[in-house]
């Protein structure tokens, strides 16, 4: 069997089973003729799969910044109690099994969880008392799960709408009959569309280098892995339109001639499947997947799903693609671009849902329709997902070139001081900067934009910051696993109120390193937000260190240093 | 094959068309340190010890296949320096304790601490606790000197095509995890190879982990126990102003005191030009005078530890960490990856020696109390200046007490600077 179908093997025993257990790997890499611990690489590499036996429901509980300022903490002890179970312990208790896990997209309606993957939204203590008790008196879980609600929020005039305007299936894929793939290519480098992931690289010349290649085998991959906290827009695409998002994926193909298509979709949007797959089907029965799409001679393509187990990393392509392959999401090396070597060896595109989506209603639309829409180099509307201190979270379909400014208004924040642009792999921005425009010009931002009051710690939202990618680092490479190790021991120490201005300076050097030699997009960014945050918020970190010393003595905790000994002299002499 | 022409830093070298970066530039004469790069094989691009910049940009230089006209940054101060943080980094990700560990002096990992001239880490160590896992049939793991540079997991395969290594977990958990039922099927030459490969003391074959003889080690220079003729002190400070000189050992083992002494014959002449006030080797206890500089040896794990170098630090112009001890911990720090209660309970009370009920964790307030772990004096106060080695040899210390004192230049040769 080919290793592609590790991680569907291992969902299979994870879902009968509630775990995988040794015997069960030990079969799957015979069958798979590949060794044991390469099978347990792969099963400890992604979260959601688990060595232990878990009870029947299995809670995961976001552990976002977003989640912990909107009552993470009460939230989670309500469920430690009710349950008797602890966060992260393998407790063997029949019925359930708690854990942490990194944002799951639902920003906008914090805490969240999902409980065997359906979404539980708005948490509170007493909501979490009633669920567990449902769930203990065998209500079917499916009946008491949450439909998360598509919060979108605004959307520009008519005439400027891109995203959610009105939509008949098919509308945009019909253009391919009077298209070739040159005019489809031209159409979308008019409107200079670029990858709407967060790294922003132009779509056309992407599609244009794969299909410049002779191979005879190509992918398109859909890249919805969303995972990038405080971001939820691919998934309301997903959810409102899954049609456009294939039809993107569809014109892409017939550009590059793939026959080929994976969505692949992150597991903490497994309940977004069903709806998928229906749409997937609809499309098969229109004559718009499968052979000879829309009469058109030798245009075949076909899409399946991929669903991924839980990594963060995942979201960097060439990641991606060694996930689709069965393997540790590790990013490769910069040798190769995946239009050349994707997907086994074989040009791949991937984009971005967004992306997809956008290229769809470009071809349907047509490139002038852009024209005055935007700014000089960004043109069309981008989707954002607000969160945190505002009084309406949800999606923001903009121009771009709105001011963060018209954009906090919009959604009504409350003393706004620090605004994260992007997410933590993003950059943050004080109140003197919330004239810049969000554009490609300016301020560029992959999709979320979370917004924190005067009264929010900056410590804690960069302590989250870091766990989060202490944690999701793919471990591959030093200054990245390390380096944020030892940046969460700078975190340590400025909670303990020990840091003096040479501690600011250390953070911005270290984090220049990992920035200068990390191997993927993850560790160059990581560090980002810490070291700028310093310097934008001088005033607030001006109250959180110590002056230099005249002694020359370091700062140090005497008594932090000599507690352990006190409470073991006090327990051995009781 | 076809020639190109490329710059490093400025110089216009040339190779064939397509060739590693790390061997062009070995051909051209610049040296690229590299830990988990192989020759004539696909780059792994884990260790990234090898980050230069191409046109501008940071890369690995192992992933590079040198083309007509590339522009490499390689020694400039900036890359140099990032390149040396690296290694920092793995230094403290793990626990690199040379003195006991059964690759030194075969060590890549610890060679190029010497060729990158690392004296001490900017970054804390972190002291972790991870397995040592003895149970495959040939290979000991010790899982806390492993840098994840995955050469184990690409080069080591069995007969049959199984990989014996991967990496397991995620982000700071990442550790390379071992296939016993691959691993019972290496041959002893496959298992020595797989240990010889490892750029680290982490793959260990049992039975073989000392088989070579110190001093006949790959990265060995000097002899085992060849002694080095301490360079005659001649200073032209005589206008009678001594300088003064105090000396200590805290969490130490008096090693770098007994190396302090080995100039022998040559501290008679030390003396003409220096005084010792503080120290061991007068038996002065309380400074009496204010000291020109204070070197330390060891670093603190206890409270009398750091109010000695609190005091040390108030009574002299310029403070020296000696030796590892003091550098980082060292060999006490050992105890670090075990909790506290742990080890007093062991020494104390659960040891051969102790009797049920009869001892107790010795506890008084006249005795100082031990730290929850074993700091590094900089962590306490400011150092001006580290001298690394276990024990760092006797030249070398008073090379650089004349240089701090008398502004005398100085040079150490190799074997003088390792320690192994």
Redesign the interface.
Same mark, same amino acid.
């Not at chain 2, 780059?43 to 010890?49: A, F, H, Q, S």
């Given at each position: 069997m080919e290793r592609t179908h590790l991680l569907n093997l291992l969902w299979n025993q994870q879902n009968a089973q509630g775990f995988i257990s040794q015997s069960a790997i030990t079969e799957i890499a015979k069958l798979l003729k $590949?060794? @044991?611990?390469?099978v347990?690489?792969v099963i @400890?590499?992604y979260?959601f799969f688990h060595q232990k036996p878990t009870g029947k429901y299995i809670i995961y509980l976001n552990n976002s910044i977003i989640s912990e300022f909107k009552g993470f903490r009460e939230v989670k002890t309500t469920f430690e109690k009710e349950t008797g179970c602890v966060f992260g312990k393998y407790d063997n208790n029949p019925l359930f099994s708690l854990f942490e896990t990194s944002c799951i997209g639902l920003s906008d309606q914090e805490p969240a969880a999902l409980i065997n993957f359906y979404p539980f939204t708005d948490l509170t203590p007493e909501k979490v008392i009633s669920i567990i008790k449902d769930l203990k008196n065998n209500i079917p879980i499916k009946t008491i799960a949450d439909n998360p609600k598509s919060k979108i929020q605004y959307i520009p005039e008519d005439d400027k709408t891109v995203f959610f305007k009105d939509y008949t299936p098919g509308n945009s894929i019909n253009k391919l009959k009077e298209n070739n793939a040159d005019s489809i290519l031209k159409t979308i480098a008019d409107v200079n569309l670029k990858g709407r992931g967060g790294a922003f690289f132009p779509t056309a010349l992407k599609w244009q280098a794969c299909k410049k290649n002779s191979a005879k085998t190509k992918y398109i991959i859909c890249n919805a892995d969303e995972g990038e906290p405080g971001t939820f827009k691919d998934k309301i695409l997903l959810m409102e339109f899954p049609d456009l998002v294939i039809e993107g994926m569809i014109i892409a193909a017939f550009v590059v001639g793939a026959k080929e298509g994976i969505i692949y979709l992150r597991a903490e949007y497994k309940y977004l499947l069903p709806k998928l797959k229906e749409t997937i089907h609809n499309f098969y029965n229109n004559n718009y997947l499968g052979d000879k799409i829309l009469g058109i001679n030798n245009f075949t393509f076909n899409l399946k799903i991929q669903l991924g187990a839980g990594?963060y990393v995942c979201g960097e392509e060439t990641a991606l693609i060694e996930s689709l392959e069965g393997k /540790?999401g590790?990013p490769r090396? /910069?040798?190769y671009f995946p239009t050349d070597v994707g997907y086994l060896g074989k040009p791949t595109i991937v984009n971005n849902v967004e992306t997809f989506a956008n290229a769809a209603r470009i071809i349907e639309l047509g490139a002038d329709y852009f024209k005055n829409i935007g700014t000089e180099k960004s043109k069309g509307t981008k989707l954002i997902s607000v969160s945190g201190d505002v009084a309406k979270p949800g999606i923001y379909e903009i121009e771009w070139g709105m001011t963060v400014k018209e954009l906090l208004q919009l959604c009504q924040a409350t003393a706004p001081n620090y605004v994260q642009i992007t997410g933590p792999s993003g950059e943050c921005i004080n109140e003197t900067e919330f004239n810049r425009k969000i554009c490609n010009e300016d301020l560029t931002c992959g999709g979320a934009i979370m917004v924190f009051n005067k009264f929010r710690g900056i410590i804690k939202i960069l302590e989250n910051f870091t766990k989060f990618f /202490?944690?999701? #680092?793919?471990?591959?490479? @030093?200054?990245c696993?390390?380096?944020?190790?030892?940046l969460f %021991?700078k975190i340590k120490k400025l909670k303990k109120g020990l840091c003096t201005s040479t501690d600011l300076q %250390?953070i911005k050097d270290?984090g220049n390193?990992m920035k200068? @030699? #990390? /191997?993927c997009g993850l560790g160059k960014t990581a560090s980002n937000t810490f070291s700028t945050a310093t310097e934008k918020f001088s005033d607030y970190f001006k109250f959180k260190i110590l002056s230099e010393n005249e002694?020359?003595?370091?700062e140090?905790d005497?008594e #932090?240093?000599?507690?352990?000994?006190?409470s $073991?002299?006090k327990d051995?002499?009781h | 094959m076809k020639t190109v022409t490329f710059k490093i830093d400025g110089r216009v070298c040339t190779t064939k068309k397509g060739k590693n970066l790390i061997e062009a530039a070995k051909q051209n004469g610049v040296f690229i340190p590299t830990l988990c790069h192989f020759k004539n094989r696909n780059?792994?691009?884990? =260790?990234?010890?090898c980050?230069i910049k191409l046109n501008g940009r940071? &890369?690995?230089g192992c992933?590079i296949q040198v083309d007509e006209g590339m522009d490499f940054e390689v020694n400039s101060t900036?890359?140099l320096?990032?390149?040396k943080? &690296?290694l920092e980094?793995?230094f403290?990700?793990g626990n690199h304790f040379c003195p006991s560990c059964e690759k030194s002096g075969d060590c890549a990992m610890q060679n190029l601490g010497y060729e990158m001239g690392i004296r001490y880490t900017?970054?804390?160590h972190?002291f972790v606790d991870r397995l040592v896992d003895a149970r495959p049939e040939r290979i000991v793991v010790n899982q806390n000197r492993c &840098?994840?540079c995955?050469r184990c997991v690409e080069e080591v395969k069995t007969k049959d095509g199984?990989?014996?290594? *991967?990496?397991?977990?995620?982000?700071?958990?990442?550790v390379i995890?071992?296939?016993y039922?691959?691993e019972a099927k290496l041959s002893e030459v496959e298992a020595e190879r797989a240990m010889e490969i490892c750029p680290t003391g982490s793959i260990l074959v049992k039975g073989k982990s000392v088989a070579k003889p110190f001093g006949q080690r790959k990265y060995d220079y000097g002899q085992l126990g060849e002694t080095i003729p301490f360079n005659k002190t001649k200073i032209n400070h005589t206008n009678g102003n001594k300088k003064i000189v105090a000396t200590t050992s805290l969490a130490g083992c008096f090693g770098c005191h007994m190396s302090l002494l080995d100039v022998d014959l040559g501290l008679l002449d030390l003396l003409e030009v220096i005084e010792f006030n503080k120290s061991p080797i007068t038996d002065i206890k309380k400074f009496s005078k204010h000291c020109d500089i204070g070197l330390i040896e060891g670093g603190c794990c206890n409270?009398d530890n750091?109010e000695v170098l609190?005091a040390f630090?108030?009574n002299c112009d310029i403070l020296v960490s000696v030796g590892e001890c003091a550098i980082w911990g060292g060999l006490p720090a050992n105890r670090n990856t075990i909790?506290?209660?742990e080890c007093?309970k062991e020494a104390y009370?659960n040891s051969m020696t102790s009797e049920d009920n009869e001892t =107790?964790?010795p *506890?008084h307030e006249d005795i100082p109390?031990?730290?929850?772990?074993v700091?590094p004096n900089?962590? &306490?106060?400011?150092i001006d200046y580290h001298i690394p080695g276990c024990p760092p040899n006797a030249n070398h210390i008073w090379s650089v007490v004349k240089n701090i004192l008398f502004d005398e230049e100085f040079s150490i040769a190799y074997p003088e600077f390792k320690y192994d």
């Open positions: $590949i060794s @044991t611990i390469e347990e690489g @400890t590499f979260h990594a /540790r590790e090396i /910069r040798k /202490r944690s999701e #680092s793919c471990g591959v490479c @030093t200054p696993r390390a380096g944020n190790q030892i %021991e %250390e270290w390193i200068l @030699t #990390s /191997r002694n020359q003595n370091v140090f005497m #932090s240093a000599i507690q352990d000994f006190d $073991i002299i051995n002499h | 780059p792994l691009g884990t =260790c990234r010890i980050s940071s &890369i690995a992933t900036e890359m320096d990032a390149r943080a &690296i980094m793995m403290v990700e900017r970054f804390p972190l &840098i994840r995955k199984y990989t014996v290594f *991967n990496a397991t977990n995620r982000g700071n958990e990442t995890g071992i296939d039922k691959q409270t750091i609190r630090r108030k909790p506290l209660e007093l009370l =107790c964790i *506890n109390k031990i730290l929850n772990k700091y900089h962590e &306490i106060v400011k």
